[in-house]
Each structure stands twice: as structure tokens, then as C-alpha cells.
């Protein structure tokens, strides 16, 4: 997958690592969170990039609108990446190094976590919700208890100090394929249909 275009588009350095987040901008999906966990590991990391991708619903523009203040009064903020809803959701999770999950409520089924998995993205997020069953924790990615922005930030600096997303996001590949492809949603299937 070709995501080179988002270097340009983003104005991002090529050396960047580059942590993220997808999600509709409402009260539950984190973007605070992740903001006041990940913002002050820019001052740590001269080559890290946070990116937030995602719209609010109609009637609640003034969520985005809040949320592009506050990235602008902070300390780092050319390196913080604000983009409204985009359709090229793919190629924006084959660019980010580690996809972050923050949702301040359980989420029952973040696709987005599925769909970074099969890019062989390291995942990050709180411990509640779908992301549970897809994520080993320590192997394809890191658990934390939510609503514990300095666990949440612990867990990006160690991925991000010793390079582990690397190793992590090669798991979360191996781990979908082995648990959630399309050969073994089916598989399942016809196990139970026999059994019965």
C-alpha cells in the first residue's frame, strides 16, 4: 500500500514515527485523551508525530472546533495533525506506526483496530470493549487502564523508545490472520453448524 502521499500532504518528515488515532469526534471516542496522554512526549521525541483523523456528527461541529483550539495553543503543535473525516482511511493506517484506541467508553467493535492489524500496526489503547479480545497484550500491541493518561503515555514511550512497535505490528499481522480472517470467520462457522 503507497501512503507516501500523506509525507506531502501532512508536510511530515520522512524520518517521522508517526502515532494516531481514527475515530468520530464525539464525547466518548478520546481525543482529549490522547492529546493530554501523547502531547508531552513531543518534547521527548523530536521526530515524533501525533495525527487525529476524524469529523464530528452534525450539530456538534463546535467538538472539532474545540478540538482544533486547544491543539493550536499547545507547545509542538506543527507536529500535531488534525484531519476532518477522510476516505482513504487504508492508507492512512499503513502510514501511522502505532494506531492508539482511547475511547473513554468501551467501544464493543473498533474496526479500525481489525483493519490496523492487517497493516501490521502496533495498537495502544485502554482496556475495556472489542480491543480486548483483539489485542494480546505485550504481543501485537499494549493494554492500560482506561482513563490513566500516564499509563497511556507510558506505553507509547516504551514502544517508541526501543522500537518495539516494530515488533509489535508484526504480531498484530500474524494475529489477524490467524484469528480474524475471512478463512477463519468461516471455519468457525461451519464448526458450529456441524456441532449442531
Known sequence: MNSD??????NVSKNAVKVGMIGRVNGWKGQNDFIDALVPL?????????FIVGSAFQGQEWRVKDLKKKIN???NHNRIIFSEFRKDNYAVEHFFDILVLPSTSPDPLPTVVLESMGCGR?????????ITEMIKDGYNGKLVTPGDKV???KAVKTCLSHNEYV???KNSRIRLVNQYSLKKFIGNFMKVYSEH
Open 5 to 10: 502521499y500523506l509525507y506531502k500532504e501532512w
Open 151 to 153: 499509563a497511556l503515555r
Open 167 to 169: 515488533k509489535l505490528g
Open 73 to 75: 495553543s499547545l507547545p
Open 42 to 50: 513531543l518534547s521527548e521525541f523530536d521526530n515524533l508525530y501525533l
Open 122 to 130: 502496533a495498537i495502544i489503547g485502554y482496556a475495556h470493549g472489542g
